[in-house]
C-alpha cells in the first residue's frame, strides 16, 4: 500500500478508480507517514486525521457508484493555513484565529472537494505569508528535509507545503504566490511548484497579502503530478488526460530558451549556478537551443518590488479594515517590515502600480525570439533557521530569496519551478521556467518536457535524508 502512495499521481488516480486500491487505505498510509515523521519535519499547523478518513469514506462511495469519478477523487492533499477551510481554524501564521468567515471553504479548496479529494490539514505558513524565508516565529518553523542534522529554513511563505509532500501525508500541496511564496519553498524543498498567472484562478477565501500580485496554485512531487493537476482544476484545460496529449504536442518541436542576463543570476551562489548550466547544457544537448537575452527589464521589477511597498500598504489595509485587532499582535519581523512597506506616502504606493504596469506592458519584449526564460529559483544554500531568528539576517535572506522570483509577479508572468540537482551542500536546486503571461500551458510544456530529459526529482536528488530517518 504504500508503495501505491508513491506512485505518480495519474497512476494514483488509475488505481483507485480501477479498485486496486481504496481511498480509505491511502490515507491511512498517509497518517502513518505523519505520525512518524511530523516530530522531525513540522509541516502542519493542524492535522485533522479524522476528517481525512470521514472524506476518504465518501471518496470510496463514489468511486464505487459513479461511472467515470473526478481525477481528483480520494486523492489526498494539504493547504496552506492561509486559505480557509470549513469547520478549521484560520491562523494566517498568526497568533490568533481569525474570525469564522475564514472558516468557509475558498475558492480552490472547494474545487477540490468536490471531486472528492481528501484534505489532510492546514499546512504552516510565514505570517499573513510576507516573507520568502519560511520563518515562523508564533508557531513553529517547518524543516528542510534534505539536512538530517540541521534545521534549515524551508522557504516560504507556504513553508510547510513542500515538507508535507516529502512527509508522504499528501500528494498535492495548495500554496499561494505574491513573489514567490509557492516556487521558493518548491526549489529548496526539492519538488516542484507552479506559479498561475494572475487571475487565472480566484483567490477568494483566502487571505489576502496583495489584491494586486496574489495568485493560487499547487506544491506537486513531479511536472506530470503538476500537469494531472492543473488539468484537474483548470477549467479551459479540458482535463488532465486531454491537457496531457496537449502539452506533448507542444513538445514535439522543441522549446528556445533564454538565459537572461540580469542581477539575478550574477547574484547566484556559484555551486548553485553550477547545477543549473550544466541541466541547461542537457537541454540544449537534447536539441533545446539554449541562448542568451538581455534581462534588463527583471531588474528593474525586482527594484520595483523591493522598493514600492505594494504588498505592505496592501496587507495593512487589509488588516486595518478586516482584522483591526491584527496588527498589534503581529510578530517584529513581519510586523515591522510591514510597517516600514507601508509608511510611504500614498502618492508612492499609486506611482509603484503606475510603474508596475508599466513594466508589465513591456514584459512580451523578453520573449520575442524565445519561448522561455531560465532562471534560478534560489540563489543561496538554504541557512539554518537559528541564522536568521533576528531582523537584520532575516531582511537580508528574505531579500536574496525573493530576488528571483518576484520579478515574474511583478511583470504579470507564469512560471514553473522544476528540480535538476543537489548544490554542494546537499540541498536541492530548482530551475525556473518562466513564460509569458497566460501561457501556462507552455510553461507547464516545458517543464514536462524538461522532466523528461533530465529526469524526477528521484532522479536528480535522490530522497531526503531526514524522510529516510524514520
Not at 480552490?108 to 524565508?133: F, N, S, W
Not at 484562478?201 to 499547487?218: E, R
Request: some cysteine; glycine content about 10%.
Amino acid at each position: 500500500m504504500s508503495s501505491v502512495l508513491d506512485r505518480s499521481l495519474p497512476d494514483v488516480a488509475a488505481a483507485l478508480r480501477a479498485g486496486e486500491v481504496r481511498a480509505a487505505d491511502l490515507v491511512e498510509v498517509a497518517i502513518e507517514r505523519h505520525e512518524a515523521r511530523h516530530g522531525r519535519l513540522h509541516a502542519y499547523k493542524l492535522f485533522d486525521a479524522d476528517g481525512a478518513r470521514s472524506a476518504a469514506r465518501a471518496a470510496d462511495e463514489r468511486l464505487a457508484s459513479e461511472r467515470t469519478p473526478p481525477p481528483l477523487c480520494g486523492i489526498p492533499f494539504s493547504v496552506k493555513d492561509l486559505y480557509a477551510v470549513d469547520n478549521l481554524p484560520t491562523f494566517a501564521g498568526t497568533r490568533r484565529a481569525l474570525p469564522a468567515e475564514w472558516s468557509r471553504d475558498a475558492w480552490l479548496v472547494a474545487r477540490l472537494r468536490a471531486q472528492g479529494a481528501v484534505l489532510t490539514g492546514k499546512t504552516h505558513t510565514v505570517e499573513m505569508a510576507y516573507g520568502g524565508v519560511g520563518l515562523n516565529p508564533n508557531w513553529e518553523t517547518p524543516r528542510n528535509p534534505w539536512d538530517a542534522s540541521v534545521h534549515r529554513i524551508p522557504g516560504g511563505s507556504s513553508s510547510g507545503a513542500g515538507v508535507s509532500l516529502a512527509e508522504g501525508s499528501a500528494l498535492v500541496a495548495l500554496g499561494t504566490d505574491t513573489g514567490g511564496s509557492i516556487r521558493i519553498p518548491a526549489s529548496m524543498s526539492g519538488v516542484v511548484g507552479q506559479k498561475t498567472t494572475k487571475g487565472r484562478w480566484p483567490t477568494d477565501g483566502v487571505v489576502p497579502l496583495s489584491d494586486t500580485l496574489d495568485t493560487v496554485g499547487a506544491l506537486t512531487r513531479s511536472v506530470e503530478d503538476a500537469v494531472w493537476f492543473f488539468g484537474s482544476v483548470d477549467q479551459g484545460s479540458g482535463g488532465p488526460s486531454a491537457l496531457r496529449r496537449r502539452l506533448a504536442e507542444r513538445a514535439s518541436g522543441g522549446f528556445r530558451v533564454a538565459v537572461p542576463e540580469c542581477g539575478i543570476w550574477a547574484a547566484c551562489q556559484a555551486d548553485i549556478a553550477s547545477v543549473l548550466r550544466g541541466a541547461l547544457e542537457e537541454l540544449a544537448a537534447a536539441s533545446w537551443p539554449v541562448g542568451g537575452a538581455h534581462g534588463g527589464l527583471l531588474d528593474e521589477a525586482h527594484d520595483l518590488y523591493a522598493t514600492g511597498g505594494i504588498a505592505g500598504v496592501e496587507c495593512l489595509r487589509f488588516l486595518h479594515e478586516r482584522l483591526p485587532e491584527w496588527p498589534g499582535i503581529l510578530h517584529p519581523i513581519v510586523g515591522r517590515r510591514i510597517e516600514a512597506a507601508a509608511a510611504r506616502p500614498m502618492e508612492a504606493y499609486r506611482a509603484a502600480l503606475d510603474e508596475r504596469q508599466r513594466l508589465a506592458e513591456a514584459a512580451p519584449a523578453l520573449f520575442t525570439d524565445v519561448d522561455v526564460l531560465a532562471l534560478p529559483t534560489h540563489l543561496l544554500t538554504p541557512p539554518p533557521v537559528d541564522t536568521v531568528s533576528e531582523i537584520g539576517p532575516y531582511a537580508a535572506v528574505n531579500a536574496t530569496a525573493l530576488r528571483p522570483t518576484c520579478p515574474v509577479s511583478v511583470l504579470g508572468l507564469c512560471a514553473v519551478t522544476i528540480p535538476v540537482g543537489r548544490d554542494e551542500a546537499g540541498l536541492p536546486v530548482g530551475l525556473q521556467i518562466v513564460a509569458p503571461g497566460g501561457e501556462d500551458e507552455l510553461a507547464l510544456a516545458v517543464a514536462l518536457a524538461a522532466e523528461g530529459i533530465l529526469g524526477d526529482a528521484p532522479k536528480r536528488l535522490g530522497v531526503p535524508p531526514r524522510v529516510l530517518d524514520t
